[in-house]
Nanobody, 127 residues
Framework: QVQLVESGGGSVQAGGSLRLSCAAS????????MGWFRQTPGKEREGVAY????????GYTDSVQGRFTISRDRAKNTLYLQMDSLKLDDTAMYYC????????????????????WGQGTQVTVSS
């Protein structure tokens, strides 16, 4: 069983930065993928960034490429999302997720492809 707890959300002006953290408890193996998803009211939860916990290989959705950086600290079992050049459209509830995914399969999966979820942390970007 894996438990995830996010922190670091808040309010920031457009152009600013925030860093989200996700502390994982339980047995996270090298096979695990971890991801950051976000959701706004009335919309589906969308994947923002993904990382293979063992290799550190990453992937991003187009809208955040070059502005967000996903990383992990294996010793601390912690996932991060550094968000720079924030835009109004980045306002959402952000969730971290984890799943044991074979290395021959991509980490880039929809919400249904991840079993473990945190409770979410709100990010609000204002003008």
């Amino acid at each position: 069983q894996v438990q995830l707890v996010e922190s670091g959300g808040g309010s920031v002006q457009a152009g600013g930065s925030l860093r989200l953290s996700c502390a994982a408890s339980g047995y996270i193996t090298s096979n695990y993928c971890m991801g950051w998803f976000r959701q706004t009211p009335g919309k589906e939860r969308e994947g923002v960034a993904y990382i293979r916990f063992g290799t550190g290989g990453t992937g991003y959705t187009d809208s955040v490429q070059g502005r967000f950086t996903i990383s992990r600290d294996r010793a601390k079992n912690t996932l991060y999302l550094q968000m720079d050049s924030l835009k109004l459209d980045d306002t959402a509830m952000y969730y971290c997720a984890a799943e044991n995914i074979p290395t021959y399969s991509t980490c880039r999966r929809p919400e249904s492809g991840y079993r473990y979820w945190g409770q979410g942390t709100q990010v609000t970007v204002s003008s």
